[in-house]
């Protein structure tokens, strides 16, 4: 094992207020000093996109697991920008697995393609796999049903807007006919 365990997580978890779209900031402190800050953002309940910045030493990390400027700085942006904080996760994990089992299995694909050096970073004895794949089962079957249940929730809203469209031009098809019967000069001019 690494010398770099134990290490600490922190996940900050906020909705917008329309409802749409959620930030998710989550805080990574390695007992070698090393730390990340991963952002993971998007359409609520999706994976999104993500993005990460990297720190090392105790001088660019997190003094006592408090949070470092770059995490209050986003914290203060998002609530600013109408985003309220709506969890709060503080984890200790052992090894990579734990590390990657608290992260889940919705954000550890996209954690994956868009930051897998970041695992690196934290521990230099992680082999990273490639850039758009994720060897565990259970994060594949994760998010395969998670994207599974997405396109069931776009099928369902696509039926429900052609219904809805149907019975608009039902109505005005309906409407039209009884105006062309209550007015018997219509179509003369």
Known sequence: M?????????TWSFDHKGGTKSYHITQVRMASGNSAVFYRYGKKDAPGQASVDLF?????AIADF?????????IRDKEAGGYQQVAFKHHDFESMAKLKALIGPI??????????HAFAHLDSEY???APTTVSDPYVNEKANEASAKRHRDAQARTDMARMIAEQKAEDEAKQLAEMRARNSNWGKF
């Open 2 to 10: 690494s010398d770099c365990y134990p290490g600490k997580l922190q």
């Open 56 to 60: 090392v030493g105790e001088d660019d």
């Open 66 to 74: 408090s949070p470092n400027k770059a995490v209050d700085k986003k």
């Open 107 to 116: 954000a550890l694909p996209v954690f994956i393609r868009a930051c897998g």
């Open 127 to 129: 082999e990273q796999a």
